[in-house]
């Protein structure tokens, strides 16, 4: 099975965006002592879809990554990526846009945090430079967006970024050929594990809040860990489907 985990920030709160400390260690801690490979998504995607492997990733860039996420994933030899949104770095992730009081405003790593990190291994993907609904902004909008924000992180870093995250997974077709003109791959907030036909400018993925209780994670690849996702698609598509007939 491959898939990619996502993960947002490492704090005690609760909320959906959050796992706390203990529990990220505990995943970083097995995932290091399994059979499943943890590889860059350059390479889970070179993988044949039957084999083995997970990606870590971390979206918004928080200070917390750099404080107790990283230096987890350095001392066990893990690499993942973390998707910088240029317009607030060394800010916080007060972009509003979601509908949910339980998300904390918390500090967003400096240039100069994003480029240490760079330099000891973590790779660096762009997630916009203002966090907008990238299927409601006009196509200038969308232009400075995607390819401006690819250019504040050459400009920072001296890199390209080979990859991508539509923030709140949001996307539309011209965001897709957005992105494909400047990344090389791209994720989505779809859940899922990556499937034979997984197309790179909308990789789905694994939120790591839904295997934060003992054991959930460490079902990697067996059946109860597929059933278990089958019903949290299910229970997610519903809930879709009610929110855009405003029955929810
Ligand atoms: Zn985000």
Redesign the pocket.
């Known amino acids: 099975m491959r898939a990619i985990l996502t993960y947002?920030s490492i704090d005690p709160s609760g909320s959906v965006i959050s796992v706390d400390e203990s529990t990220f260690r505990r995943h970083a801690e097995w995932l290091a002592a399994s059979l499943t490979r943890v590889v860059g998504i350059a390479e889970l995607l070179e993988l044949p879809p039957e084999e083995d492997g997970v990606s870590l990733v971390f979206?918004?860039a928080f200070e917390n990554l750099a404080s107790v996420g990283w230096p987890i994933l350095r001392d066990l030899g893990l690499p993942a990526t973390v998707?910088v949104?240029t317009g607030h770095v060394g800010g916080s992730n007060a972009w509003g846009g979601r509908d949910d009081p339980t998300i904390p405003t918390l500090p967003l790593m400096s240039w100069d945090s994003i480029g240490r990190l760079a330099e000891e291994g973590l790779e660096i993907g762009s997630?916009t430079r203002l966090?907008p609904h990238l299927d409601e902004v006009d196509d200038a909008r969308l232009e400075d967006e995607v390819a401006g924000a690819a250019a504040d992180i050459e400009k920072q870093l001296g890199s390209r970024a080979a990859g991508f995250?539509y923030?709140?997974g949001d996307l539309d077709d011209r965001a897709v050929a957005a992105a494909g003109s400047v990344h090389e791959w791209a994720c989505t907030a779809d859940l899922d594990t990556l499937g034979a036909g997984a197309m790179p400018l909308r990789l789905p993925r694994l939120d790591a809040f839904y295997y934060r209780r003992p054991g959930q994670l460490e079902a990697w690849g067996t059946t109860t860990f597929r059933a278990r996702l089958s019903v949290r698609r299910a229970a997610r598509d519903a809930r879709r489907w009610a929110v855009g007939r405003g029955l929810a």
């Open positions: 947002h979206d918004d998707f949104v997630h966090h995250a923030p709140y």
